[in-house]
């Protein structure tokens, strides 16, 4: 057994940072999520196709506070409570202590550390409460500017992917990338 304390998933709890505080993404955050869902750089950084409506949004919004298998935050500026994006463990694997992360921001959030500060923070509580002991994430080469940031949390990259995405007729590789519990990271807002 690995030790993964299944009760951090599905008990989401806040986090906080020096400028940001993480709070379970719900409902509550609609209005704030929709805008990034149709923000054509914030589609082409995260691969994401198709359209979304507000209905199927909120429905999954209402369903991901329950799940065992994941955690959702809500990245907030903390002194004014504005929101900056989301963060996502998931894809849980119980055997191996091992999850996904994913992160986006909100159009004219990113290039303010934000993001950065928001990782280092759920790879803190993803190594200390949860019991992980890998995360990682996919990033596509067309966007150095997240691969410097995963690079400041501590990710190492681990290999490269050949022709993952084909975005507006140019195929573009993706980035694997990784931290483990035992590697140096830098704490929060460093």
Same mark, same amino acid.
């Given at each position: 057994?690995?030790?993964?304390?299944?009760?951090?998933?599905?008990?989401?709890?806040?986090?906080?940072?020096?400028?940001?505080?993480?709070?379970?993404?719900?409902?509550?955050?609609?209005?704030?999520?929709?805008?990034?869902?149709?923000?054509?750089?914030?589609?082409?950084?995260?691969?994401?196709?198709?359209?979304?409506?507000?209905?199927?949004?909120?429905?999954?919004?209402?369903?991901? $506070?329950?799940?065992?298998?994941?955690?959702?935050?809500?990245?907030?500026?903390?002194?004014?409570?504005?929101?900056?994006?989301?963060?996502?463990?998931?894809?849980?694997?119980?055997?191996?202590?091992?999850?996904?992360? /994913?992160?986006?921001?909100?159009?004219?959030?990113?290039?303010?550390?934000? $993001?950065?500060?928001?990782?280092?923070?759920?790879?803190?509580?993803?190594?200390?409460?949860?019991? %992980?002991?890998?995360?990682?994430?996919?990033?596509?080469?067309?966007?150095?500017?997240?691969?410097?940031?995963?690079?400041?949390? $501590?990710?190492? %990259?681990?290999?490269?992917? /050949?022709?993952?995405? %084909?975005?507006?007729?140019?195929?573009?590789?993706?980035?694997?990338?990784?931290? %483990?519990?035992?590697?140096?990271?830098?704490?929060? $807002?460093?």
């Amino acid at each position: 057994m690995t030790g993964v304390e299944i009760d951090e998933l599905v008990s989401v709890r806040t986090l906080g940072g020096p400028r940001v505080r993480l709070v379970p993404l719900g409902p509550e955050h609609l209005d704030d999520v929709m805008p990034g869902l149709s923000d054509p750089e914030t589609l082409k950084l995260t691969g994401t196709r198709g359209t979304f409506t507000r209905d199927a949004v909120a429905a999954h919004l209402a369903s991901i $506070g329950a799940a065992a298998d994941r955690a959702d935050w809500a990245i907030l500026h903390r002194e004014d409570g504005r929101f900056l994006g989301e963060i996502v463990l998931n894809e849980l694997d119980e055997d191996n202590a091992s999850m996904n992360v /994913r992160i986006a921001l909100v159009p004219g959030a990113p290039g303010g550390g934000y $993001g950065t500060e928001a990782m280092c923070v759920v790879l803190d509580h993803a190594f200390s409460a949860i019991g %992980l002991h890998r995360v990682q994430l996919d990033v596509y080469a067309f966007n150095p500017r997240a691969i410097r940031s995963y690079e400041k949390a $501590g990710f190492v %990259l681990e290999g490269r992917q /050949r022709d993952t995405l %084909l975005w507006d007729g140019e195929w573009t590789d993706s980035i694997l990338m990784s931290v %483990l519990s035992s590697d140096r990271r830098p704490a929060p $807002g460093r």
